[in-house]
T-cell receptor
Framework: EDKVVQSPLSLVVHEGDTVTLNCSYEVTNFRSLLWYKQEKKAPTFLFMLTSSGIEKKSGRLSSILDKKELFSILNITATQTGDSAIYLCAVLNAGGTSYGKLTFGQGTILTVHP | DGGITQSPKYLFRKEGQNVTLSCEQNLNHDAMYWYRQDPGQGLRLIYYSQIVNDFQKGDIAEGYSVSREKKESFPLTVTSAQKNPTAFYLC???????????FGPGTRLLVL
């Protein structure tokens, strides 16, 4: 059974801090790992990672994948109150009976105080 | 203006009642999905559909049913057999099943 575990489950920081969110996975046929941000409603897409060691960056957010150790990290630098959200990690399965299936972790609740 | 819409925003279900959640997309995506989100848990897959007139069960399909008669629509029915239906339901779509999924705004289902 595919499994995705995120840590920490919750995190409270002050504006300006840097945070690192972790995601480890076990999946039978890995295709890619995705990060989403969820603020009350629909998760919004952040990154899709397919190859090891290649950092993806968008403003203050960056993410990298390690396919050997089966984990990914999401970094947020100079955090702002608008970064407060649930961050979801998900792994996309490439084959077999789970073809195309996205398995989600529990999410990390990030709270940024002014 | 392309996107995914879900309705209603809030839905109340009485005991023994079937209710249907709507999901429509105008992104011309082939694949569509239904997830359930409970507090403290990630999203769990209920059903997904790769093409019109075809769908597969996800991890928690019991007590739910779907149809895919049109490319843009993928309604989810929560039947009376689903004993714990209170949750946040999210619909998603992707160009094909191996690509990034994009989510609708969700429907919150509550049991009276």
């Amino acid at each position: 059974e595919d499994k995705v575990v995120q840590s920490p489950l919750s995190l409270v920081v002050h504006e300006g801090d840097t945070v690192t969110l972790n995601c480890s996975y076990e999946v039978t046929n890995f295709r890619s790992l995705l990060w989403y941000k969820q603020e009350k409603k629909a998760p919004t897409f952040l990154f899709m990672l397919t190859s090891s060691g290649i950092e993806k960056k968008s403003g203050r957010l960056s993410s990298i994948l390690d396919k050997k150790e089966l984990f990914s990290i999401l970094n947020i630098t100079a955090t702002q109150t608008g970064d407060s959200a649930i961050y979801l990690c998900a792994v996309l399965n490439a084959g077999g009976t789970s073809y195309g299936k996205l398995t989600f972790g529990q999410g990390t609740i990030l709270t940024v105080h002014p | 203006d392309g996107g995914i819409t879900q309705s209603p925003k809030y839905l109340f279900r009485k005991e023994g009642q079937n209710v249907t959640l709507s999901c429509e997309q105008n992104l011309n995506h082939d694949a569509m999905y239904w997830y359930r989100q409970d507090p403290g848990q990630g999203l769990r897959l209920i059903y997904y559909s790769q093409i019109v007139n075809d769908f597969q069960k996800g991890d928690i399909a019991e007590g739910y049913s779907v149809s895919r008669e049109k490319k843009e629509s993928f309604p989810l029915t929560v039947t009376s057999a689903q004993k714990n239906p209170t949750a946040f339901y999210l619909c998603a779509s992707s160009i094909v099943t191996q690509e990034t999924q994009y989510f609708g705004p969700g429907t919150r289902l509550l049991v009276l």
